[in-house]
């Protein structure tokens, strides 16, 4: 979530902030503000009403969480007690320890139960800025915050409107970064950007830009892919339907699991008797 404070709300928002010599209209914000805050926790809190048992993250841009009344400068630590309070009004945020364990190897089962459906009960992580994490007031994890320290996530913003070159920088970061089963979790920002000029004068909003990236998910994106090397998350625009869920049902099933079998040698299968590690049993 990229959060932009205006007005006293806070909203989600996408823009650039323009600097010479980049355009002539320098030293002015150029984007689009979308939903308020509020709006976003209230949908969010009825889907999980609708849909429990699921980890769910929330995940905060640190560069990009800007005080539009401020200059659009970044969130200063007065506006992070806001946006705290704010947050808090997500329901089932995790309660966990504050024991500085790196909570992405834990089991999933330590934060949901597969009990939690049937209790109609669901986990959140607000992930938040080390830096911000460092300061007094952070909520901590008792109430479901945590550093990014304590949940590393590596991530790629490749900041264009090309879509042969979004896939090229995607897939080429993904490589690097999840090159073994055991490699730290990856984030693949699946996302076209509007370039300085579109920002300027938008004839071309980002839900028609994420059509190309829609598009090539598919095809360019899953043939990336391998049992060694996937994404953990997944980030997109205009999320829709039920297709991304079979995506990543498929990621999840085939390809981390290795439950579909070699799918045209994709998928290497451990002899038996030998796990992930090459270890024996």
């Known amino acids: 979530m990229r959060p932009l404070l205006m007005d006293g709300r806070f909203h989600a928002y996408h823009g650039h902030l323009l600097v010479p010599p980049r355009s002539v209209v320098s030293g002015e914000f150029h984007g689009m503000v979308g939903s308020s805050l509020a709006d976003m926790i209230a949908e969010f809190n009825n889907f999980t009403s609708y849909y429990p048992g699921e980890l769910y993250i929330w995940d905060i841009h640190q560069h990009d969480a800007r005080n539009a009344n401020n200059g659009f400068r970044a969130l200063d630590d007065q506006d992070h007690q806001r946006l705290y309070q704010e947050l808090q009004g997500i329901q089932w945020r995790a309660a966990l320890p504050d024991d500085k364990q790196d909570l992405t190897l834990r089991p999933l089962d330590s934060f949901i139960s597969p009990e939690s459906k049937d209790m109609r009960r669901s986990s959140v992580l607000i992930r938040v800025p080390a830096s911000w994490a460092a300061k007094t007031g952070f909520p901590g994890p008792k109430e479901g915050f945590v550093s990014a320290d304590a949940f590393p996530l590596s991530s790629r913003w490749s900041d264009t409107h090309h879509i042969d070159r979004l896939v090229a920088d995607q897939t080429d ?101 030998v796990d992930e590690m090459g270890r024996g049993a």
């Open 173 to 273: 970061h993904l490589n690097k970064m999840r090159h073994s089963r055991t490699s730290s979790m990856h984030n693949m920002d699946w996302v076209l950007t509007q370039s300085s000029l579109q920002a300027v004068f938008p004839v071309q909003s980002i839900i028609e830009l994420s059509r190309g990236s829609w598009r090539a998910l598919y095809g360019r994106f899953w043939r990336a892919l391998s049992d060694t090397t996937y994404p953990n998350m997944l980030s997109l625009d205009a999320v829709h339907g039920s297709s991304l869920k079979a995506l990543v049902m498929t990621v999840n099933k085939c390809l981390a699991a290795r439950r579909c079998g070699s799918l045209g040698g994709k998928v290497i299968m451990p002899a038996p008797g």
